[in-house]
């Protein structure tokens, strides 16, 4: 008998196109033919300007949209439905308000079916690791944005995922917090090596976190431009890589891909009606 093979890709996205029926009967093609792998345990951020499909192509390989065209693969398995081997972190808050940081950690196990102590004492380890054991019975209201933000990240988390994905999960965050989570992130993922596709509109988080960074066109049609793999050493502090000379240099190089496509993007949505 054979010995089975790790697949060497957790995520494959295979000539995936995107079309949309506008409510006036014609058709809008969000991403066109986009050829994309991530590797297990590999942090690749995904950028580009507003409205070219970033979240769309999240969606995609959560299993929420089904491509047009094109295929998505998991771990080598062409992807049918939703996608159990992700977790998805989004940009607004998806905690249940009436439900303490514990419960609303612990409640992706309970939909599981696990025993109601192994679920508790799984969201205490994680409520944990986050820095927020001591946080457990506070409600949503009761903490800050990014209090919010480390009992998403643990909710997400606790259910193991082999995949993560996340939307402008610390968008709505000031500066120094994104700072902080961006830290907590890295240290999380160093310890957990999961596969992770991240959208930002941030061009410097993206480089301060990842270890690809993959850049879209301007929709429609959006496609892939650019793929380039961060040529700093882990670990990283994300306030302090960004003084560096390799990050500036990376920096420099991206962007100068990125600009006109931000300018395209920015023309074609002041032109719509």
Not at 135 to 145: I, K, M, N, V
Request: aromatic letters at 6%.
């Amino acid at each position: 008998m054979g010995v089975a093979q790790t697949p060497t890709e957790a995520v494959r996205l295979e000539g995936v196109s995107i079309v949309y029926r506008l409510p006036d009967g014609t058709n809008y093609a969000a991403v066109a033919r986009i050829d994309l792998a991530v590797a297990p345990g590999e942090f690749v951020a995904l950028v580009g300007p507003t409205g070219c499909g970033k979240s769309t192509l999240l969606n995609v390989v959560a299993g929420l949209i089904a491509p047009s065209a094109g295929q998505v693969l998991i771990d080598g398995s062409p992807l049918a439905g939703i996608n159990r081997r992700a977790g998805y972190l989004f940009q607004q808050e998806a905690l249940f308000p009436w439900k303490t940081a514990l419960a609303n950690v612990a409640l992706g196990l309970e939909v599981r079916g696990l025993p109601r102590r192994e679920c508790e004492d799984r969201a205490r380890h994680w409520l944990g690791r986050v820095g927020l054991a001591a946080f457990a019975d506070r409600y949503p209201h009761q903490l800050s944005g990014g209090q919010k933000k480390r009992v998403g990240l643990a909710q997400v988390l606790a259910c193991d995922p082999a995949i993560l994905l996340m939307d402008e999960p610390f968008g709505p965050l000031d500066a120094q917090t994104r700072s902080i989570m961006g830290d907590l992130l890295l240290e999380l993922w160093s310890a957990e090596k999961k596969a992770v596709l991240f959208v930002t509109h941030d061009l410097e988080e993206a480089i301060a976190l990842a270890d690809r960074v993959v850049i879209m066109s301007a929709g429609p049609e959006a496609r892939l431009i650019g793929d380039h793999r961060v040529p700093i050493s882990r670990p990283r502090d994300t306030h302090e890589v960004r003084l560096t000379p390799d990050f500036l240099e990376i920096h420099r190089t991206l962007w100068h891909e990125l600009r006109n496509e931000v300018i395209k993007g920015y023309q074609r949505s002041e032109l719509s009606p």
